[in-house]
């Protein structure tokens, strides 16, 4: 009865494992799925929640040293928004 006992734990445990990994993937493709625009001096970037770049939008008006300092800027401002997004998403998960 005992040996019995000790099995059902364990096929119960691979189960909520299972669940937790098709939750898993499911949030990933909720992230992935994710995007961000942000604008600085006229440069936007469009960031994916995976933190992949889908788009660069150069402002004609800045010369090549201040569009370089508008894209590190922009993408920084990416980044840090992407991240407390997503954090907050997945506490509101818990």
């Known amino acids: 009865m005992e040996n019995l006992f000790v099995h059902m734990l364990h096929y119960i445990s691979m ?3 299972m669940k937790q990994m ?3 993937r499911k949030l990933q493709k909720e992230i992935e799925a994710q995007s ?3 604008e600085e001096r ?3 970037i ?3 929640g995976d933190f992949s770049l889908v788009d660069v939008v150069l402002n004609p008006d800045l010369d090549v ?3 370089a300092d508008a894209i590190k800027a922009a993408h920084t401002k990416a980044r840090g928004e992407l991240q407390e ?3 907050s998403q997945m506490m509101g998960m818990m």
């Open 85 to 87: 997004k997503l954090k």
């Open 22 to 24: 098709n939750q898993l």
């Open 15 to 17: 189960f909520d494992q």
């Open 42 to 44: 006229g440069v936007k």
């Open 36 to 38: 961000i625009e942000v």
């Open 65 to 67: 040293s201040a569009q």
């Open 46 to 48: 469009i960031m994916k």
